[in-house]
């Protein structure tokens, strides 16, 4: 029933619209060939496509193939078969382009009823002799008058004085079995019918419902994605490029409910064609009406239909993960907005990793979205944010990365750290402010990148920094910075150094006191390693104050704080 169906649906649309182009148009002639080659395919698989011609369906071997639209009947092919007395028509192997060019002539010539019209459709095809399309058709005065159930006729000599009950149903009463020469159609209008015999059995109800929910699953198919195709390249009218643009949203919205991807980037990949920088000065306005289909396509209600789907934990083996991929690519980067969440709520990692690859693919066409996404402080958005971060370059992406570091979350600011001095270890120098953050993890990796080069900046930042908190207890801390400005500084700090290590003042109100600041200073003379800084500590070395010297002899490398870490 399924090709009968897509059969049905290109024949429709030839049908509407055959007529806005004179016959020798390529784009008629395309669309005639199109529905051949459709008819063929069916032809060959299935034999001749016999239709029952109903008021507002049609039927293939019993089963509706198409529906009427409610909306508007009188513009249906089917309520014009019909109108005319049609009650079957056959389209039959062998069927030429000849004969389908004459039956879509006839069908267009009278598709509007008026009363001054000569002829109909009948006669028409019956004066075209037609080889392989073949109908039967009956007198339409008589096709809808209500039928008359003659058994239900009072007997001609009904006895007064007995009253007959109409609800009652007498088994004489009952119309002849089927076979018998006294068969006759009952009304449904017919009084004496009960209406709970009018009601639905559950079987019945069961199949209609079926037939109902196969019409609703329709499905668009190749052909019809071409035919469209063919009417936008043609078209030169934005209004009828605007009309033909709905009708494939509403088609695009239905193939996603359906989860047939495939189709839906078929779809796409057709009308990306329009998109090509190779289009004419003449076709820009139709490339503008084209994106700003897919722009509108992004909007919430779609893209919530699409997150449930990638939800569900069936989805990855129900549908085309790599043909979904790509369709995601077609939609405006403000979709990242709804994919965000996606990544965080999975518990699909093919899935997580599948919409990860979208954002940043969509974010290289904008970033302006993972700029407003920076703005919130869920670790949840932050880690997806990083893992979006880490796949992107450029000015922009790095003042994210920046603005990161400021985050609530003491795994989201360590990954930004991460990420900005694997970047560039110059940006070390713009993070001297998380040589105080609350998570000790921070404050090493900072100093530890502090350690990694050479900087008059970085030295002259840990300077000030360690003049100023004379008074930190902190000893991993203290002694890590002291490490760190042995490893990036110079000469210049020396001086001092040789005061931390060998001023006095420090032990006078406190007996011997705690030798951090002296172990610290002579620790980064150690890691200096120039002229200047070996005296100093030569000098220290000699020093009458035990305190002095124990502070040297930590320097060494057998010693337990040469072997520390910060």
Not at 14 to 25: F, M, S, V
Not at 32 to 47: D, I, M, P, Q, Y
Not at 310 to 320: G, M, P, Y
Request: glycine fraction near 4%.
């Amino acid at each position: 029933m399924r090709d009968a169906r897509q059969l049905i649906n290109i024949i429709v649309l030839t049908w509407k619209n055959y007529g806005l182009y004179p016959e020798e148009h390529e784009s008629t002639i395309k669309s005639v060939e199109n529905l051949v080659a459709a008819f063929g395919k069916f032809l060959t698989k299935h034999g001749d496509l016999r239709l029952t011609v109903d008021k507002d369906r049609l039927t293939y071997k019993s089963e509706i193939v198409h529906s009427v639209s409610p909306a508007a009947p009188s513009e249906d092919i089917t309520a014009l078969l019909y109108r005319d007395g049609i009650k079957w028509i056959e389209f039959q192997e062998g069927l030429s382009i000849a004969e389908i060019s004459s039956f879509l002539k006839i069908a267009h010539k009278y598709r509007l009823f008026a009363e001054e019209t000569e002829g109909d459709i009948v006669t028409a095809l019956m004066d075209e002799e037609l080889e392989h399309i073949d109908f039967k058709a009956v007198d339409v005065y008589w096709q809808d008058l209500m039928l008359i159930d003659f058994s239900q006729l009072p007997p001609p000599a009904l006895q007064p004085e007995k009253v007959v009950d109409q609800n009652e149903t007498d088994e004489s009463q009952q119309p002849a079995e089927s076979g018998s020469q006294e068969t006759y159609t009952r009304s449904i209008a017919d009084p004496s019918i009960r209406e709970d015999r009018l009601e639905l059995s559950d079987t019945e109800y069961q199949s209609l419902q079926q037939m109902v929910d196969e019409e609703e699953r329709w499905d668009i198919t190749e052909d019809l994605i071409e035919l469209l195709m063919i009417i936008l390249n043609n078209q030169t009218e934005k209004e009828k490029i605007t009309s033909v643009l709905g009708f494939i949203s509403d088609l695009a919205v239905e193939t996603i409910k359906l989860e047939k991807f495939e189709l839906l980037l078929k779809l796409f990949q057709s009308l990306s064609k329009f998109l090509s920088p190779e289009t004419s000065t003449e076709q820009e306005w139709k490339s503008r009406l084209i994106e700003r289909f897919f722009h509108d396509l992004s909007r919430p209600e779609i893209f919530k239909l699409i997150s449930e789907k990638l939800l569900q934990e069936q989805t990855r083996e129900r549908i085309n993960l790599e043909a979904l991929e790509k369709t995601l690519h077609y939609f405006s980067p403000e979709v990242i907005h709804f994919l965000m969440p996606v990544v965080t709520r999975s518990s699909s990692h093919e899935i997580q990793t599948l919409v990860l690859r979208v954002i940043v693919q969509l974010s290289q066409r904008d970033i302006g979205p993972l700029e407003t996404i920076a703005e919130q402080h869920s670790q949840e958005t932050g880690d997806t944010l990083m893992a979006v971060l880490n796949g992107l370059q450029g000015d922009r992406v790095n003042k994210i990365l920046f603005k990161m570091c400021e985050h609530p979350s003491h795994k989201v600011r360590r990954k930004a750290v991460n990420e900005l001095v694997k970047r560039d270890p110059q940006y070390v120098q713009k993070l001297f402010s998380l040589i105080d953050d609350p998570s000790q993890e921070i404050r090493d990796f900072i100093l530890t990148a502090f350690a990694k080069q050479r900087s008059r900046v970085l030295e002259s930042l840990l300077l000030n920094y360690l003049e100023e908190n004379s008074s930190q207890r902190d000893i991993t801390h203290i002694l890590g910075c002291y490490r760190a400005l042995g490893s990036c500084g110079s000469d210049r700090a020396v001086p001092f150094l040789r005061k931390m290590l060998l001023h006095r003042g420090w032990n006078r109100s406190l007996g011997l006191g705690k030798p951090i600041f002296r172990e610290g200073a002579a620790a980064a003379l150690a890691l200096l390693d120039t002229p200047e800084a070996k005296g100093v500590l030569q000098e220290a070395s000699k020093s009458r104050f035990k305190v002095i010297r124990q502070a040297v002899e930590r320097t060494k490398p057998d010693s337990a704080f040469s072997g520390g870490k910060f």
